[in-house]
C-alpha cells in the first residue's frame, strides 16, 4: 500500500483527515426581508415575513428594539433553514428609524448544517406598525 507523505507523517487516521463527503460551498448573504409585527412583549417585538435575493424563503425574528437593536433570526428555505443573531445601532428619530450593524450566524440545517460566516445588517424600522426591512450583506460557507 502506498501513503502520500502527509499520511505517512500523520498520527490521525485518513478518514478523519479527509472530509470527503463535503466541498465547501460560498453564499452571498444580500438579501432582504419584509417582516411585520406578530406580538410585542414591551421592546421585545416577534416578527416574521418573506426573504428574498440569495437566500428565498421565510424569517422569525425576536427583536429588542431600545438604544441598541438586537435578536435573533431563523430564516427557513425549502432546502434547510439558518440561525443567527445580529446588533445594530439606530439612527435618527419619529416614525421611521434606520439600523446599521452586523449579523453572525449561529447555525443552520439541511444543506446548510455547516453554515458559518458573519455580514452586515442594514434596515428600517417603522415605529408606528412595528413592522421591518431587514437588508444582509456578506459571504457565508457551507
Known amino acids: 500500500m502506498l501513503m502520500s507523505p502527509v499520511e505517512s507523517y ?3 487516521p485518513a478518514a ?3 472530509d470527503i463527503g463535503h466541498a465547501a460551498r460560498s453564499l452571498n448573504a444580500t438579501s432582504a426581508g419584509h ?3 406578530v406580538r410585542a412583549e414591551g421592546s421585545q417585538l416577534f416578527e416574521e415575513g418573506p426573504v428574498t435575493g440569495a437566500v428565498v424563503g421565510s424569517m ?3 427583536l429588542n428594539t431600545g438604544a441598541i437593536f438586537s435578536g ?3 430564516t427557513r428555505t425549502s432546502a434547510g433553514s439558518i440561525d443567527g443573531r445580529g446588533r445594530a ?3 435618527g428619530s419619529g416614525r421611521y428609524q434606520s439600523f446599521s450593524g452586523t449579523f453572525v450566524v449561529t447555525g443552520g440545517s439541511g444543506r446548510y448544517s455547516r453554515i458559518s460566516g458573519h455580514g ?3 434596515g ?3 415605529r408606528r406598525s412595528d413592522s421591518v426591512v431587514i437588508q444582509t450583506t456578506g459571504k457565508l460557507s457551507f
Open 120 to 122: 452586515g445588517l442594514y
Open 10 to 12: 500523520s498520527s490521525e
Open 89 to 91: 445601532t439606530p439612527h
Open 35 to 37: 417582516l411585520h409585527l
Open 72 to 74: 435573533t433570526f431563523t
Open 124 to 126: 428600517v424600522f417603522d
Open 16 to 18: 478523519r483527515r479527509l
Open 60 to 62: 422569525r425574528a425576536m
